[in-house]
Nanobody, 122 residues
Framework: QVQLVESGGGLVQGGGSLRLSCAAS????????MAWFRQAPGKEREFVAT????????YYTDSVKGRFTISRDNAKNTVYLQMNSLKPEDTAVYYC???????????????WGKGTLVTVSS
């Protein structure tokens, strides 16, 4: 089992940057595929990015390609989401998740953090 805690959210102006972190505790962090999802008010939770267990493969939803970067440090049991050129439509609660494959559907992930709020002003 793995426990996940997100941090780094906050209020930022459009065009700005934030880096989210997700600290994991428990066993075998380095064996999990990790992902970031987000959920805006009144909307369903949506996939943002995923990274392989070793960090060599990443995949992004189209709306964040070229602006967001997912990375991980297995020595620190942490996964990151660097977000640049933020837009108001990026406003959401951001969640990290751990799973066994590069799924884009939330239901396929076994473990979740409680989320961190990102608010982008126009």
């Amino acid at each position: 089992q793995v426990q996940l805690v997100e941090s780094g959210g906050g209020l930022v102006q459009g065009g700005g940057s934030l880096r989210l972190s997700c600290a994991a505790s428990g066993r075998s962090f380095s064996s999990y595929v990790m992902a970031w999802f987000r959920q805006a008010p009144g909307k369903e939770r949506e996939f943002v990015a995923t990274i392989s267990a070793g960090g060599g493969y990443t995949y992004y939803t189209d709306s964040v390609k070229g602006r967001f970067t997912i990375s991980r440090d297995n020595a620190k049991n942490t996964v990151y989401l660097q977000m640049n050129s933020l837009k108001p439509e990026d406003t959401a609660v951001y969640y990290c998740a751990a799973g066994s494959y590069y799924y884009t559907q939330p239901k396929e992930y076994n473990y979740w953090g409680k989320g961190t709020l990102v608010t982008v002003s126009s």
